[in-house]
């Protein structure tokens, strides 16, 4: 079993920036592709960023490219989303979640993440 917690999230003015964390337990760790999704009041849950086990790739959304960047720690079970040139429209609940199958892509689907975090609230204000 794995267990996800995400922190950083607040309320930042638009054009700033915050730095989410989520910590990992389990031994195998390093070996997940890692994700972030958001879901914003009344929509679905959409793909943000997601990384390889090695962080040797990395995929976005079209809407954070640019300005989102994602990284892992595998000594310190954490993959972070550095968040630039934040817009009221980044305003939503981000999830960090665990695709433990081996692959060589980087899912955006939701449904190919095992486990998921309990999520934290970013509100970006105008």
């Known amino acids: 079993q794995v267990q996800l917690v995400e922190s950083g999230g607040g309320l930042v003015q638009a054009g700033g920036s915050l730095r989410l964390s989520c910590a990992a337990s389990?031994?195998?760790?390093?070996?997940?592709?890692m994700g972030w999704f958001r879901q914003a009041p009344g929509k679905e849950r959409e793909f943000v960023s997601a990384?390889?086990?090695?962080?040797?790739?990395?995929a976005y959304a079209d809407s954070v490219k640019g300005r989102f960047t994602i990284s892992r720690d595998n000594a310190k079970n954490t993959v972070y989303l550095q968040m630039n040139s934040l817009k009221t429209e980044d305003t939503a609940v981000y999830y960090c979640?665990?695709?433990?199958?081996?692959?060589?892509?980087?899912?955006?689907?939701?449904?190919?993440?095992?486990?998921w975090g309990q999520g934290t609230q970013v509100t970006v204000s105008s």
């Open positions: 990384i390889a086990w090695s962080g040797a790739m990395t």
């Open positions: 979640a665990a695709d433990q199958t081996t692959r060589w892509n980087l899912p955006s689907n939701s449904h190919a993440y095992d486990y």
């Open positions: 389990g031994r195998t760790f390093s070996s997940f592709v």
